[in-house]
């Protein structure tokens, strides 16, 4: 039987409550690429200096980033990326190759990732660290885990995610992404269909929240392709919500982010939410992978290309 536990239990939401808004993510991206001072975030942001400062403080409050100075006089201090921060690589480079496939095309040349150890241009893949095969979200068991006793009380109401402005066009990221992750409830909403839920009843109760706030959720991830409805009653007409595959391909980035939330913000009893690999029984431990030569992939043998016509011709070639 279903346990609507599972979902509030899951450290998605801890994950999330670290990252989950647009800004943040943005403000993550620049990190990536290196940018480590405030006016340089300001300056490829384009963002109020009110909002850049909050949203450094929240992450370095939460471990992410680390500040240091860098000057005395004036005093002035740099923000780099701390272990935290760069524990969320995985999440980043799903995120990258989720985009690559899935979210429209924009004028920026898209950034495509190189593997350092091969030499190719890769698509990272999730796999099971323990048997090696690709992780389909259809083949992943739950169980309550030690820390789930924990977070039964509803986990602190964190300030709703708005949308302040449109992101400046300068992101990476695309805005398909943002909308997906930038946002308290979305990537929620869609975690509850790799639980197995369909009804907007089931999803209501389990998420605990308001019908309407579901219902606009709902009708995005419809509009954005992740899922598609399904007639399952008439009269009164009853709709299923289930994944499409582009919904599917979404599921390492959740379980990245989840990985990451147990490791660094779960419980000291352990993990709240045990995945398990059925084929091979194993606790699931994603891992990711070289798409050309299977070895793995990390923060030192991964690097970041443009897309320009050449580096493509020549990958074609
Ligand atoms: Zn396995
Ligand atoms: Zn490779």
Known sequence: MFDSAYIRASSVNRALDVIGDRWLIMILQQAWFGVRRFDDFQTRLELARSTLTNRLKHLVEHEVLVREAYSDRPRRYEYRLGPRGRALYPAALMSL???QRWAPPTDQAPVLLRHLDCGALTTPRMHCADCGGEVDPRDVDYALGPGAREVSARSPRRRR?????QPATRTLVS?????LLGDRWTPQVAA????GLRRFEDM???LELAPNILADRLRRLVELGIFRTEVYQTRPQRLHYRLTDKGRAFYPILLALMDWGDRWY???TGAPVILSHRPCGATLRPQLVCSVCGGLLDSHNVAPVAATPSVVRSQQR
């Not at 995610?161 to 402005?165: N, P």
């Not at 509850?192 to 639980?195: D, I, P, W």
């Open 97 to 99: 190759a989720w985009q």
């Open 161 to 165: 995610s708005t949308v302040e402005g």
């Open 175 to 179: 805005h398909e992404l943002l909308e």
């Open 192 to 195: 509850t269909a790799f639980f």
């Open 204 to 206: 209501r109760e389990a």
């Open 266 to 268: 779960a419980p000291a």
